[in-house]
């Protein structure tokens, strides 16, 4: 009996979230009275695997292979299940993320596992069942989920739980997988970057705009902010319905639900379709005219102005930050 976490990786380094899923995993590895491993795919150095014991991995599982450098939704999930079952571990945790959200569900079915996606809090146990707290219908409402097999997986929703810094340097140890080639039925020849942008779904940073902007041709300043932040830029339904932006910027109840840990909402309503997908954000600051904006009742930080002087604003005072 033991505990796994899966460790993604963005282009070689671990962000934030991953800390914070290492600590979440190290203390149900305390509650269950067991060790922590990680397991990481892809090419990460060593001294970055290493210091996932600084969070409470005790042993770090590097996959090297070629064949797994890029995401393939069908052979990671072999790797972890196949990880698991060798290191005795009955508990599998992961992040929400993306990459996350089409992992849990494969890993429990080749576990035969109980699967709680985006847990925002600790499991209460009570006896070998886990009753993991998760939120529902769009953040509007929370479910218990009770798992009572033995194998569980439980993906953490992102800026949920506080990263615990406690250990020192994880052992790394290299772990070969035993991949089938029915694990590849996606082959990724080649990825091409669309743009240089920091993709939208897991930035930490996300600078938002929506109707309040007028058109298409606003847009420079938001861009502009976006990139001086290193953030992804995101948008209402209407302003991609109207093809001002591109559909993949489309935030809320039906386009992407993200948590980034600061969310930057400009010239949007907040009507509960939007919230629904940025409510769990850890601070949000919003930027509108109308005091009475129903963004304003979720923000952590509120500027009643228009964005067309104070987003210039902002530009200047984060250049003279950077200067
Ligand atoms: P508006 O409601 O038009 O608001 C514009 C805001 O800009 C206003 O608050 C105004 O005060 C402010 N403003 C105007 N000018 C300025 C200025 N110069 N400076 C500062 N502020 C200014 N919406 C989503 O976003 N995502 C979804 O996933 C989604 N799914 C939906 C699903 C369903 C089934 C339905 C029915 C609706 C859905 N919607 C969704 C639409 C949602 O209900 C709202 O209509 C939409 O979010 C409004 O977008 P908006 O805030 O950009 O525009």
Known sequence: MSVLVYVENAEGKFKKSIFE???????????????????????VASSELENLGKYGAEKVLNVGNDKLKSFVNQAYASVIAEAAKKESANVVVLSNSFSGKGLAPRIGVKLEAAVADGAIELPKTDGGKFIVKKTAFS?????????????KVISLTPNSYK???EGSAAKVEEFTSENKDSDFKVIIKEIVRATDKVSLPDAELVVSAGRGLKGPENWGMIEELANLL?????????????????????????????SPNLYIAIGISGAIQHLAGVSSSKIIVVINKDPEAPFFKVADYGIVGDAFEV????IEAVKALKA
């Open 21 to 43: 899923v290492v600590s979440y995993a190290k203390a149900i590895a305390k509650q269950m009275n067991t060790g922590l491993t990680a397991i990481s795919i892809g090419d």
């Open 139 to 151: 953040n509007k409402a929370f479910a218990m989920v009770e798992m009572d097999s033995e194998n």
């Open 163 to 165: 990263v615990v810094e």
């Open 230 to 258: 290193g953030a992804a830029t995101a948008c209402s339904k209407p302003v991609s319905d109207a093809d001002w932006r591109p559909h993949s910027e489309h935030v809320g109840q039906t386009g992407i639900a993200i």
């Open 311 to 314: 987003v210039p604003k902002m």
